[in-house]
């Protein structure tokens, strides 16, 4: 069952690294990383639940009778433009931290936040 | 007219309204091309919900023509054509006294950039609210969110940029959750719609993956609806994004997260499934309560407005989800209500703000010493709505509370009821003390000089308190809606 479904493995693997990341990690660039192992792990669940053992891809050709299912995978086409929006959008805050505090630690700005109180341009 | 095309007309419009804003970019004919499309919006929704409440029936628009199960369904229902009456009504009002108020905040320069994104939001949230397809849900969200994380990073502050950063974490774990979620269904189902994603559940309460796509689509949509204790990237975002950015999500994006919530708690899952197999309300009820208790006594103690008012929505959250958790069509309707209450109100009291931060310079709590007489119009929509807000006869906030109440006594729930009176009282505290200050104390001798805040500012705020004081009065547009679609919901899920 194991050695079956090892896709699984990988899938749970990937999506606790990536929390784990966001979660520990004060970086914001690493945190972002993190994010993006998490995004990924579930495109990739979503891409193995399309494959159909022996399947071909989904064109009706003489010979083929099992193909796989591209449901799964178009939907993910639309969640990695989605994934790539959010690093984008995720990057451009952090440049402009960097910009506005000189820095991307996380313990470092909170310290300066709570210098100030926040009302400071 | 065709009401049959309604539904899709309510992403369209704001949808080529945004790109318009961009290749326009002049701050006044941006702003008269999101005023057009949030009034034309409503006027959509409006004749929405008088049709659905008219034939008693929903509206089923296919995409392209593809019939549903395969096919992507935009569907509305008395649910959420009353959730999008609000999301519209709310967005036309606050665009609408947005002109003025923003060039304090943002340059001339960058109107047109607020104007498109808030507009997208909106295409986001409307989108998650007429959608019958699970997998359009999460699109939707993201593109609303996306949005959201932009708008709040416009604030004055550079802290807008970091409270930004961590709404973007949080929220795309909480979106990613719920990607996550509807995989697993589709996994078990081999369906998106949902209505037909609830006909082949049935049955299914021991499968182990629909129990896991339970448990993660909860998780994500109270990340993303900031139910405590996932609200940690509230109260930050709502305090340092432009003052009429937090006045729109305060009323729309939670709001619109909790619609999710129950649109798959008891349209796909059913309260077979989600409360009596796998027992929800003991984890959603006590969260609830804490969340009111909790983020109410935190509300008594900040120093600024904005924060206070801020935490104090993270409490009315905890409400909805109360009502949600008696999984019975009273609690349903109550929460229902209590997001109308909040939204209209939440949204009144964030514009009052903006108009303080104008005219007197600052939000913290101590500078509005004496600011009643001297801006007696703004704090006049500020004591209806925290009257609302705490939910004294007359008006909305009235009406949900004691639907609450009644639907918590029906369940044989009495100390819940106690609860949510005390908590209650937590809020009189609270809204309490910025009375207190603003009324009642005379202004410090050298206070400056109180600026004149925008008159639309302060129109905005009081035509949504007077919502709240009519919609407290008449109760059937709200309480009477509400119940129709709880019972068509608890009907569905039985």
């Known amino acids: 069952m194991t050695a079956g479904h090892y896709q699984y493995w990988i899938v749970a693997v990937l999506m606790m690294t990536g929390l784990y990341v966001v979660i520990s990690k004060g970086n914001m660039i690493k945190k972002i990383i993190g994010l993006n192992l998490f995004q990924v792990s579930v495109i990739l669940l979503y891409v193995s639940m399309g494959k159909v053992e022996g399947g071909t891809a989904p064109i009706v050709a003489e010979g083929f009778e099992v193909y796989s299912n591209p449901v799964p995978h178009v939907l993910m086409l639309t969640a990695i433009v989605v994934g790539v929006a959010t690093t984008a959008l995720a990057l451009s805050f952090v440049v402009r931290i960097h910009e506005a505090y000189g820095t991307v630690e996380e313990d470092e700005v909170l310290a300066m936040e709570d210098d100030s109180t926040g009302s400071d341009a | ?494």
């Open chain 2, 1 to 494: 007219m065709n009401a049959a095309q309604l539904p899709a007309l309510q992403i369209v419009i704001p949808l080529l309204a945004a790109p318009v804003c961009v290749a326009l970019r002049q701050p006044r004919v941006a702003w008269l091309t999101a005023v057009v499309a949030t009034w034309s919006s409503l006027a959509v929704a409006v004749v929405l919900l008088q049709h659905v409440l008219a034939t008693g029936e929903a509206v089923s628009y296919h995409l392209g023509g593809h019939a549903p199960p395969h096919g992507i369904e935009l569907r509305v229902d008395a649910l959420n054509a009353f959730v999008l009456l609000i999301v519209t009504g709310i967005s036309a009002v606050v665009v609408s006294a947005s002109r003025k108020s923003l060039s304090e905040e943002l340059s001339e320069k960058q109107h047109y950039l607020y104007f498109a994104a808030t507009l997208l939001c909106m295409t986001g949230l409307l989108g998650m609210t007429v959608t019958a397809d699970a997998f359009n849900v999460f699109v939707f969200l993201e593109i609303s969110s996306l949005s959201a994380y932009s708008l709040i990073s416009m604030g004055r502050s550079r802290r807008a940029l970091t409270a930004a950063y961590q709404y973007l974490v949080m929220g795309t774990l909480g979106g990613t959750f719920i990607l996550l979620g509807i995989g697993l269904l589709y996994m078990a189902t081999g369906s998106l719609n949902m209505a037909d994603l609830a006909v082949r559940l049935q049955g299914m309460e021991a499968n182990r993956t629909v129990q896991t796509a339970l448990a993660f689509l909860v998780l994500g949509a109270s990340i993303k609806l900031a139910l405590f204790p996932l609200h940690v990237w509230l109260p930050n975002a709502y305090a340092f994004a432009p003052a009429m950015v937090t006045a729109l999500l305060a009323a729309t994006a939670t709001k619109v997260a909790f619609y999710v919530l129950v649109r798959f708690l008891f349209g796909v899952f059913g309260t077979d499934f989600a409360f009596d197999a796998m027992h929800l309300d003991r984890v959603l009820m006590p969260l609830a309560l804490a969340a009111m208790f909790s983020a109410s006594i935190v509300a008594v103690f900040q120093r600024d407005l904005r924060r206070m008012l801020a935490f104090s929505s993270v409490a009315q959250i905890g409400y909805m989800v109360l009502g949600l958790s008696f999984a019975s069509e009273l609690g349903l309707a109550g929460g229902i209500v209590h997001l109308f209450n909040h939204a209209v109100v939440k949204s009144s009291l964030f514009l009052v703000m903006a108009a303080v931060a104008i005219g007197v310079g600052s939000t913290q709590i101590e500078d509005l010493r004496g600011i009643g007489r001297r801006m007696p119009w703004c704090m006049g929509a500020f004591v209806v709505g925290g009257l609302s807000l705490i939910g004294v006869p007359l008006t909305v906030g009235f009406v949900s509370k004691w639907i609450l109440v009644r639907a918590a006594l029906e369940a044989g729930l009495w100390p819940v009821a106690v609860l949510i009176l005390l908590s209650s009282l937590l809020a009189v505290v609270y809204v309490w003390r910025v009375v207190e200050v603003a009324w009642f104390e005379a202004p410090a001798e050298d206070a400056p000089q109180v600026r004149r805040p925008p008159a639309g500012v302060v129109c905005a705020a009081w035509t949504l308190a007077a919502a709240a004081l009519v919609f407290g009065v008449f109760t059937d547009a709200t309480a009477g809606v509400a119940l129709r679609a709880a019972r068509m919901l608890m009907e569905v899920s039985s």
